[in-house]
């Protein structure tokens, strides 16, 4: 799955800020962009070609990408599916998984696998739930 562009992320965030104050803002880009691939440019001062999530929520609204997972955690209030971090050698699309050797195939796979590579775990979590 690769990442947006500005016009396909700002088509399908949701209204209102992601974040209400500066405080969770750098928390929580500390925590996430400030290790992930798709903003290092921008911290090489190549704003060109910076993460277009991070100008969608400075423009006041909440990425599609970003799911909320803990609302009480600065750092964790919610998680970027688009997210890799920078020592990550794995390519943009996933990989298959290859038949395992000498099984018969009753039905072809590419139907029934998932498109895209999650980053993140998205399950809820008892722990964490409200």
């Known amino acids: 799955m690769s990442l947006p562009t500005y016009e396909e992320a700002d088509a ?13 803002d750098y928390a929580w880009m500390g925590n ?14 190549e704003w060109d070609k910076g993460c277009p999530l991070i100008l969608i929520a400075y423009l006041g609204k909440t990425p599609a990408e970003w799911l909320e997972s803990d609302p009480l955690s600065l750092a964790d209030r919610y998680t970027c599916l688009m997210f890799r971090p920078e020592d990550d050698p794995g390519p943009d699309e996933p990989t298959p998984v290859p038949d395992p050797a000498g099984q018969l195939t009753l ?9 895209a590579r999650m980053y993140a775990d998205t399950r809820l979590i008892p722990e964490r739930l409200p």
């Open 107 to 115: 039905c072809p796979r590419e139907p029934y696998e998932r498109p």
């Open 32 to 45: 996430w962009c400030g290790r992930c691939i798709h903003d290092a440019p921008t911290r090489r001062d």
């Open 12 to 24: 399908r965030a949701r209204e209102g800020s992601p974040f209400s104050n500066g405080t969770e």
